[in-house]
């Protein structure tokens, strides 16, 4: 490295002054640079923190210019001297002469003020990005992969040397990665292709499974019910318990549509309205038993009373005036009503009048009821009466607070009916007629 300074010539003093020749120097080598030049170059190229472990090339071009090489080195600036007050005779200027000469010899540095090194850009990476896609399948990479990768771009010119980064991170981490183009369908591995396909045909296979298993219940479930309706469960046995007076005729004809029916098939409830509408019967139960027999249990109603209708014949009734039989004859095991009755048929209600009266033929004390041989029934107003005998006749009222009547009715019979022909004990205050 060589180095000619440009030595500036002195300004003219009152008397001419023959001008200097500029002579070239030789220039000094690397050793006799000053130490506070390097200091100047290492603080210029170093970091603040690690300075002294950073190596320098001193064939980089900002060296020269610092250095005053090349074309563009800055100019030697010469030291100003200051002027004597007289005139410097021709020793004087001789001597300052000689003085130039030896300082032109010496070169000042002066850096520029802002001398801050070029960035130097950083090589261009190629960076293979694989973050969440929702994808799947992971992409395998391997050594021959990577092989590949790094041949394609030393192919391309790559200035890195072919050298190929791959980050794998998550694309939220970061907004500078930009994600590769989707790979069609042409470049795809093979293997990820397979595995694809793979996972596809295992789903379906899972769903083939379940539909199967589907289909093979519902298919077990609809032969089992084919097999237990068919003829082999049937209805070939009826029991029927708890009927005496209940039609049999009506009882037969619903004991014969259960015959022959599958078993499971059987409709309890329905058998059991069938049975409730005979007019004997008071509550039905049906239940069945695997695999052919049906159980009907019948609790039939109990007769209390009876009254002749305007066809002269009789109607037996319960307690809540429900006609359970018409019959020709009288039934002399029932307490017998009297009055306007009505031409009722069977299974039908007579009233509420024929209700009370039914039912206060059972609430009669067995004194009462020894001497009683009928009672009377008002269909109009609802009044109550009991013949007593063959002479007396008792006037009970409306069907209300009947236990107080009969207390007072049984004290008037334990005391004698002989001589009274009519007895009200629908009040407190007993009345008596006699005859």
Known sequence: MSMEPHVAERPKEKRPVPPVTQKPIDTPGPEVVPDTVLEELLAAFSEPEAADAKSFDFDDPSIDRLLGLGDDAPAIEEPKKSEPADEPNATTTEASNAVDASASSTVVLTPPATADPPATPNPPRNVIVIGDDDRPDALYLDEEAGSRLRDVHADEGDETGGRSTIVISDLDESSRIETLPARSSGSMDPRVRARRIAVRRAKSRKRLIWVAIGAAVVLVLVGALAVLASSLFDV????????????????????????????????TRQIERQLESIAWVESARVSTQFPHTVFIDIRERKPIATFAGSDGK????????????VVDGVPIDYMLITGANPDVDRGQFAGRPFASAAQLAIALPPEIRAVTKSIGVDATTGDLTLQLGDKTVAHLGVATDMSGKLVRLLSEVRGGLDGICALDVSTSEISRTTC
């Open 236 to 267: 070939r046995n009826v029991d029927v318990q708890g009927a005496v007076y209940t039609d049999p005729q009506q009882l037969s004809s619903i004991v014969a549509g259960v015959h022959g029916d599958p078993i499971l098939l059987v409709d």
């Open 314 to 325: 009789y109607r037996v009734v319960d307690r809540d005036g429900r006609v359970l039989d």
